[in-house]
């Protein structure tokens, strides 16, 4: 239930339109109730074949029931006695075209309000997800699949809107048109209709039973479509690799079980879902033949007039249908909690990386970054109670002055990589420290240390936009001049000019319609553009081929002009000109010094000269 009124909670800035809708309701159902008071006069006239010979006595005002069915009663027996039965026939059927039509108009509107609030309700939810999702460190990002984030964020919240929020007139609507037409029967028996609720409450506790089971089924099934989604995701990425493989049986193999295992389980949620409609209807006619059996025989004994009997029947039909939509809703329901659910824990999911409340504005970047004792490590599995973690940095000390151009070279799952990512606070360490400016990373504000820093990485990360939105990508005030003076000084404005619409041309999904070193330079561009005071290049020529390394290479010796640069290479012929060069493997620093230094030494870096001339 908890989970409900979570959802609810989105619907909160919107309660204002609450009460018209709840006032559009009860006039729906009120008209509507009256098409039904108007059947016991008319069978009356029409089949029992009494009519009135004097007329009814006008009543006095009242805000009753009583009152306007007296009222009717009135002008219904003055028709007949002065103008005959045909126009008492013309008045009532003017009534019930007048009372249809104001009811439809009044349920309408009714479904226009709720559909206002419901869909803004999905987009506040929506955007309340995209919103944590963006807060959220890069290390959730690595132990989350992407294929169930996405179900989340669209199946589960499609499913949260219909499920939930699209109920939602019918946890209002039910209850009020059950009222209303509840109290029509009191008033017309009371007796009987206390014979008749004796038997309600059996088919809810069969509709409750159902709904437990319908919560175990739509869990297994959400969970399952957020696995097939990320294998989809996991196919696209890799095409190239699973056919190269000849991988295809193999991964139609994985994904025909997961879909046999999603078939079983929505297979098994909607058979029990949709039992919920036809059992109540069956309920429901059993108890109608009940009432009847009953009812008939107060009539037989003179307890109760026939025609109030059959208008009785007419009614008690119509407060079927709420009690089956709201059993309906409740089974609905349980699937948009199970969704809830899910959307929920990606909403309680708190960042690692937190800023401190004293933490302080970086103005500008003037001393050194110094990297003290660091150790850090992974989380790779969870067994029972245990965490297992894998060691990548043990006691790391390192300095790098302003201005210079450290790289970090060795063997692949050293920790090179993660070592920058510290630099740039995606992770925080379990021990030790980096400070910049002989303060700590963790006393500076997230977004002033990041405005500080560029970051170029092996695969260019683009997005499916224009060239110029991409090298613009996180600035708002970029103009074209200061986009285009970025591209020349990366070595793209050439090829960028050549393209269908130059800067406006869009690179498709992933920038792919351009080249690895197009794709590389135009981060390049981006990075130029930003004019960060410390640099990061995480393996940038380590794709390319010989022709695009020399283009690429060219722009980030441009790009490193003055600044603090790490950089992270796999050849090493990239950074022999580089003020320090580290060697780290196995999470330690080997050896450290110029490239000259470190080749007399004949040491670690001497070996990995070696190994890539061979």
Same mark, same amino acid.
């Given at each position: 239930? /908890? ?150 964020? =669209? ?27 509840? =109290? ?18 059996? %088919? ?172 850090? %490590? ?85 997005? /499916? ?16 001049? /200061? ?7 990366? /070595? ?53 081929? %010989? ?25 090493? =012929? ?41």
């Amino acid at each position: 239930m /908890n989970v409900i009124w979570r959802l609810m909670g989105y619907m909160r800035p919107f309660r204002s339109f609450v009460p018209f809708y709840i006032l559009t309701s009860i006039l729906a159902i009120i008209f509507g109730a009256i098409n039904f008071t108007l059947l016991a006069p008319l069978l009356k006239i029409l089949f029992l074949d009494e009519t009135p010979t004097q007329i009814v006595a006008a009543p006095t005002f009242s805000w009753s029931f009583g009152y306007f069915t007296d009222l009717f009663n009135h002008n219904f027996s003055k028709i007949i006695v002065e103008e005959g039965k045909m126009e008492a026939l013309y008045f009532v059927c003017k009534i019930l075209i007048v009372t249809v039509f104001l009811s439809n108009v009044f349920r309408y509107l009714a479904l226009y309000i709720i559909n206002k609030i419901r869909f803004k309700a999905t987009a506040r939810l929506q955007n309340a997800l995209f919103n944590n999702i963006l807060a959220l460190d890069v290390g959730y990002f690595s132990q989350e699949r992407k294929g169930d984030l996405m179900s989340r964020f =669209s199946n589960d919240a499609r499913e949260v809107e219909t499920s939930v929020y699209n109920e939602f007139k019918g946890l209002i609507r039910s209850p009020l048109t059950f009222l209303v037409y509840f =109290s029509l029967l009191v008033y017309w028996s009371w007796k009987l209709t206390l014979f008749a609720f004796i038997f309600l409450p059996i %088919s809810g506790g069969i509709i409750a039973l159902i709904s437990r089971k319908l919560r175990k089924s739509s869990g297994i099934s959400q969970t399952t479509l957020g696995d097939m989604l990320s294998m989809l995701d996991e196919l696209l990425s890799g095409i190239k690799i699973v056919s190269a493989f000849n991988a295809q049986n193999f991964i139609l193999s994985r994904f025909k079980k997961l879909n046999e295992r999603y078939r079983i389980s929505k297979t098994s949620y909607d058979n029990k879902r949709d039992i919920a409609a036809p059992l109540s209807e069956f309920l429901g006619v059993i108890t109608i033949s009940i009432i009847l059996l009953y009812g008939g025989n107060m009539v037989f004994n003179g307890q109760l007039s026939a025609e109030i009997f059959i208008a009785y029947i007419a009614v008690f039909s119509q407060i079927i249908p709420p009690i089956k939509e709201g059993a309906t809703l409740v089974t609905n329901m349980q699937r948009g909690i199970i969704s809830g659910r899910r959307v929920f824990e990606v909403l309680d999911s708190k960042p690692s990386i937190n800023e401190l409340p004293s933490a302080k504005k970086l103005s500008l970047f003037s001393d050194k970054i110094e990297i003290k004792d660091l150790h850090f %490590s992974y989380k790779i599995s969870k067994e029972e109670e245990e965490v297992i973690e894998k060691q990548v940095l043990n006691g790391i000390n390192l300095s790098i002055k302003k201005g210079e151009i450290v790289a970090l070279v060795g063997m692949s799952g050293g920790g090179k990589s993660t070592l920058a990512d510290l630099v740039a606070r995606f992770y925080d360490p379990q021990q030790g420290d980096i400070l910049l400016d002989n303060i700590s990373l963790k006393d500076y504000t997230l977004h002033s240390l990041r405005s500080q820093m560029g970051i170029v990485t092996q695969e260019a990360i683009l997005f /499916n936009d224009t060239i110029f939105n991409n090298i613009a990508f996180g600035i708002e005030t970029a103009t074209p001049e /200061n986009v285009e003076n970025a591209a020349k000084i990366a /070595n793209a404005h050439d090829f960028i000019i050549k393209t269908e619409e130059g800067y406006q041309t869009n690179i498709g999904d992933r920038g792919s319609k351009l080249s690895g070193g197009q794709r590389q330079r135009i981060s390049i561009a981006r990075a130029v553009l930003k004019n960060p005071a410390i640099l990061i290049l995480d393996e940038a020529t380590s794709a390319l081929d %010989s022709e695009s390394e020399h283009l690429v290479q060219e722009a980030l010796y441009k790009l490193m002009e003055g600044r603090t640069t790490l950089v992270i290479a796999h050849r090493l =012929s990239t950074i022999q000109h580089a003020d320090k060069i580290v060697v780290i493997n196995d999470g330690k620093i080997m050896e450290t010094g110029t490239h000259q230094n470190l080749i007399e030494k004949q040491g670690a870096y001497s070996k990995l000269v070696e190994m890539q001339m061979m």
